[in-house]
């Protein structure tokens, strides 16, 4: 969820004041609202996280949540030298990037062509080149079976009305025996204010509350959305994907760690999860 202060300024200037709702919206006010919130937002972005995430890093880095777990230490994806590998919800491509430094054969997607051109420019300044797609999660414009592992590091699968037909999609791209790795919000965190502080350690919103958080221009239209699903409901459209759940991974916050990214924070990292990681595998 997003604050409107001075982390998201160039937003809020491009689209103007927002309103908060609680709605049911569709697959393509859903899109439209990622696109233009994450191209007007993409600048103030990466002044604020661009270096933990390791944008201008000549290599790339893989960090899969703002605990700072990186894939180099947690290998969720396995062994990646010589795979061809789907990043959904790419951003900039960090991830793409270190993916690509490990020997493997990466290819980013994401719906927001501002965000896939810092990555150009991440690329163009060390000149090393990872194909980037402008694309929405629900609809992957790939041929069946030609990927042998997908991943999202808070990419993607947040933002879109339909995630049970992004699991399937990403079950329909991958090879069988295919590795789906993507980290989201911990469910649980729904129930709390977008807030690092103390304010933001009292559950007032129902987890089982499925309505999205809406934020709407003056006009009425969704400029930014992010949809709620409980652990369960994750669980049960990776299964109904036909994929195996290996793993639920929830990060502890480092010791090392003071720092603030959005609702994440050292206070509410003490006391409960921030992210889940979810690993599931495809048969065969």
């Known amino acids: 969820m997003t604050e409107q202060n001075d982390r998201h300024q160039d937003a809020s200037a491009a689209l103007g004041e927002a309103t908060v709702s609680r709605a049911r919206i569709g697959t393509a006010e859903s899109q439209h609202a990622s696109r233009v919130w994450w191209d007007a937002d993409a600048d103030d972005y990466h002044r604020t996280h661009g270096d933990f995430l390791g944008v ?14 990186h894939e180099g230490d947690m290998h969720l994806l396995g062994e990646v030298a010589g795979q061809r590998i789907l990043e959904i919800g790419c951003g900039s491509a960090p991830c793409s990037r270190w993916l690509a430094d490990q020997g493997a054969h990466p290819v980013g997607l994401d719906i927001s062509m501002q965000m896939l051109r810092h990555g150009v420019a991440a690329m163009d300044r060390v000149g090393k080149r990872v194909p980037l797609v402008q694309a929405g999660a629900e609809a992957l414009p790939f041929a069946d079976e030609s990927f042998d592992a997908a991943c999202s590091a808070f990419g993607g699968v947040p933002f879109v009305a339909d995630s049970a037909l992004v699991m399937r999609e990403v079950a329909r791209v991958l090879k069988p025996g295919g590795r789906w790795v993507f980290s989201v919000n911990h469910p649980m965190r729904w129930c709390f204010a977008d807030d690092p502080g103390p304010m933001g350690m009292v559950a007032s919103i129902p987890y089982f509350d499925r309505s999205p958080y809406v934020e709407l221009d003056e006009q009425g239209n969704a400029i930014y959305v992010e949809h709620h699903r409980t652990i369960g409901d994750r669980v049960r459209e990776l299964v109904a994907a036909g994929l195996l759940v290996e793993d639920i991974v929830e990060p502890d916050w480092p010791e090392w760690l003071d720092r ?7 206070l509410r990292g003490q006391v409960f999860p921030g992210t889940a990681i979810f690993c599931a595998r495809k048969p065969g």
């Open 56 to 69: 201008d890093s000549d290599h790339g880095e893989f960090v899969w949540c703002p605990e700072g777990l």
């Open 260 to 266: 603030e990214w959005g609702q994440w924070s050292p």
